[in-house]
């Protein structure tokens, strides 16, 4: 139940993150709503059909009215908002922690090992994220030099650890959400990248 929660509430952050994303430009409300809905909903089905699992969406059509929903309440209401690029940032981070934690855990579920299922709620986290900023003539942030995808493959890899160690506990999935989010707010906050040693940058 939680986890289904948590996946509903990534649902809708990420649709609003779709919109956002395009607001300022122009964007009418068609595309609003396939834009927000292929944000919400692109990474995890990616994740399912590599999975060979039913596809989560087709299943709990919910999903779907979530990501639609939210979609089109954040393109009528979103104007006092629609200059901040930073809460586009801030609410990504958000989004993308919550995808994490739901995506690692159905995989494991499944009986697939730790590291797919690491590599799959990384996957499931920033895939709707690339739809979006390809989709929006973006650059996406994972060909940027900002710590992006770090903080989640971090905080799946500590989820997992805090199963590990401590099964059963109700802790392990706030612990892992709020060290993504914390870590990716912090980067945010900071303005923080990759170092040239990690990166093939160099500064002129």
């Not at 993150?17 to 068609?30: E, N, Q, S």
Request: glycine share 12%.
């Amino acid at each position: 139940m939680v986890l289904y929660l948590i996946g509903m509430i990534g649902t809708a952050v990420f649709a609003i993150t779709g919109v956002l994303a395009l607001r300022r430009d122009g964007i009418d409300v068609f595309g609003a709503l396939v834009l927000g809905i292929v944000t919400a909903l692109g990474g995890g089905t990616v994740r399912d059909l590599i999975l060979d699992v039913p596809v989560f969406w087709i299943g709990d059509f919910n999903y779907v009215w979530v990501a639609a929903g939210s979609a089109l309440l954040t393109f009528f209401i979103v104007r006092p908002f629609e200059r901040t690029q930073t809460l586009l940032l801030y609410l990504d981070g958000f989004g993308a922690a919550l995808f994490a934690i739901a995506a690692t855990e159905k995989v494991l579920g499944l009986g697939h090992a730790a590291p797919l299922a690491v590599m799959l709620g990384v996957w499931t986290s920033i895939g709707g994220g690339i739809a979006r900023d390809v989709l929006a003539g973006r650059q996406t942030l994972l060909m940027s030099r900002e710590i992006y995808a770090t903080p989640i493959l971090l905080g799946c890899a500590l989820y997992i650890a805090l199963r590990m160690f401590w099964p059963g506990v109700s802790w392990t999935s706030p612990a892992a959400l709020l060290f993504i989010f914390g870590f990716r707010a912090v980067v945010i906050h900071r303005g923080l990248q990759m170092p040239d040693v990690l990166s093939t940058h160099r500064p002129s």
